[in-house]
């Protein structure tokens, strides 16, 4: 409130007064996916705040629907308490499921098939948050599953941008298409590149 100027991650609250949105800027080092895996989909994964994915993709639940679909979650999450700020893995609090590793490789992209970006249904996070999950698929060229949210919907250019889904079972009917049609899977990474720039 005490503010001149305000910098934002999506358009929704943009004025072009006093409230500006700037386009996203990508993930430094990112390092995308190996061509040579084709339009394979064996790993899929969720990069961020474990507090910011859907609960119904936090649980056991759903690793034993990917498992059954023949697909691994890979899970690389990071914990932020309120006063003591980030846990990474490998600290009290801190898991992954590949490992107590020290750091995170956010960039990493080169063994992944495709991205789950759902948040929960809060207002705050549907609004407030940036399309940064889904800009990352774009260049690292893996499809991303992406949550109703406002700044997916804003950029978005056509249906191959990203596939939207709500919850869990809308994800795996998703995921579910992509592994069995590798033309869609080609369409959406292909989509991706056209965007990434």
């Known amino acids: ?12 609250f943009a004025d072009n ?18 061509p040579a895996r084709g339009t394979t ?14 609960p119904e993709f936090r649980g056991e639940q759903w690793r034993r629907a990917l498992t059954d679909l023949g697909l691994e979650w890979v899970l690389r ?43 929960p249904n809060e207002p705050h996070l549907q609004f407030a948050k940036p399309a940064s999950k889904l800009i990352n698929a774009w260049r690292a060229g893996i499809p991303a599953l992406v949550g109703p949210e406002y700044a997916s919907r804003e950029i978005r250019r056509s249906a191959d941008d990203f596939l939207e889904v ?24 292909a989509a991706g590149r056209r965007r990434a720039p």
């Not at 007064?17 to 190996?34: A, E, H, K, V």
């Not at 006063?83 to 992944?112: C, F, H, K, V």
Request: charged share 25%.
């Open 41 to 54: 989909l064996e790993r899929v994964v969720y990069m961020g705040r474990i507090e910011n994915l859907h």
């Open 17 to 34: 007064r006093n409230r500006f949105w700037i386009p996203f800027w990508p993930q430094p080092g990112l390092l995308p996916r190996d």
């Open 77 to 119: 999450e990071v914990r932020f308490q309120p006063s003591a700020g980030a846990r990474l893995p490998g600290s009290p609090g801190g898991t992954t499921a590949e490992g107590a590793a020290a750091q995170i490789d956010w960039e990493d992209y080169r063994n992944l098939d495709a991205v789950i970006a759902v948040r």
């Open 1 to 12: 409130l005490l503010a001149d100027f305000e910098v934002l991650q999506s358009g929704r």
């Open 166 to 189: 709500a919850d869990a079972s809308a994800a795996l009917a998703a995921l579910r298409a992509l592994r069995d049609d590798p033309e869609l899977y080609s369409r959406i990474v």
